[in-house]
C-alpha cells in the first residue's frame, strides 16, 4: 500500500483565509446594519421634547455603539425685569415713602369721545391704561342713575391750584392712574365729595378695575385722610380680591407678597377665567429673571417698592361644568386685566 502524503497550508495561505475571514465577517455585519436593523436617528415625543443619539464610543475595539437619548424642556417665557419695571404697573403703591418714579407717557381726554365722560378740562392727563375701564365706568353709572352728572374734575397734582374743589394733596395723584370726582348740580355747578360719598361708585367701581384709594375704615393704614372722591385703577381681578377682602391697596400687597412663585401662587377664578397670581421679589443685582409657561399670557406689574406682581391667565371656565380649557395660546402680554 502507498502511504499518503500529508499537506500542510504555507504560512501565507494561512494568512490568506484569516483575511477572507474577517472580510467576511464585516460584511456580513454591513449587511445587517444597512437591510436589517432599523435604528431611528431623531425621536420626538409628546410635548415638543426631541432627543438624539449620543457619539458612539469607539475607543474599544469589538464593543458595540450605544445609542442614548437626552431629553430638553422647552425654555418658555423668560422674563428680564427691572427697577424701571418695579416703578410701573397698575399695582404700584405710591406714598410719602414711595413717590412715583415711573414712566410719564400720559394720554388726555382730547380723543375720548364719550358724552358719560365729563373732565374739567380734555387736557387731563392720565396713563392710557385707564382711558377704556373708566369710560365703561361712568357708561355704567349713567345708565344705572339714569343721568351723567359726574365730573372728571382732577387727576394729576399739578391739575389743582389754591382755588381748586380739592386742596388736599393725596401722593396717589402723581401715578396717573387715579382721579377725583366732582358733582355737577342740577345749576350746573360743580361742588366736591369731602365727606359724602357716591355711594354707586364705591359699590360698583370695583367691576370696572377701580377702588375708592384712601377709604374711611383705612386711614391707620394708608396714612392719608379719608378722599371719598379719589379713585384709582388697579386692574379688574385685583380690584375684585379687594373688594371681596375689604383691602385697600396697602393690605392687598402686602397679602400678595405671601404668594410668592416657590409657594404656586394665589389662584382666582372670576366664573369667567381662571388666574393665578404670584409675588416675584426684585433681585439684588437689579435684574429680575422670571420663567413662565411657553406661550403665557400675562400681566406684570411692579409695586413700586420691592418686587413684581405677575398675573397669569390659566384658562376660560366653562359654565356648564366648571371645568377650565388651555389658556390661549397667543404668547402676548395684555392689558385686559
Known sequence: MSKRKQRHMSPAGFLLALVLLIVGIFALDAFYRVFLQNVPE??????????????????????ENADTTEATQPSGTVLQLTAADEANGSLILVDAAHPYAGAQAWTDFSAVTDTNVKPRDTSLQMQSEITEPLCSLFDAYAAANGYANLQVYSTLDTTLSSTSIYTNVLPDR???YGFDIGLITSTGEVVPYITKRNEWMVTNSWEYGFILRYPSDK????GTPYAPHHFRYVGKIHAAIMHENNFCLEEYLDYLRNYTMESGGLAYSDGVQSYTIYYV??????????????????????DNSSGFIITL?????????????????????????
Do not use: C
Open 313 to 337: 391667565t390659566n384658562g376660560a371656565v366653562t359654565p356648564d361644568s366648571g371645568s377650565t380649557e388651555p389658556a390661549s395660546e397667543t404668547g402676548t402680554t395684555t392689558a385686559a386685566y
Open 174 to 176: 402723581s401715578s396717573g
Open 42 to 63: 431623531n425621536i420626538v415625543g409628546v410635548g415638543g421634547f426631541a432627543s438624539t443619539p449620543s457619539a458612539s464610543d469607539t475607543s474599544s475595539a469589538g464593543e
Open 281 to 302: 421679589p426684585a433681585d439684588a443685582s437689579g435684574t429680575t429673571t422670571v420663567s413662565l409657561p411657553e406661550n403665557a399670557v400675562y400681566t406684570v406689574s411692579g
Open 219 to 222: 386711614t391707620e393704614t394708608t
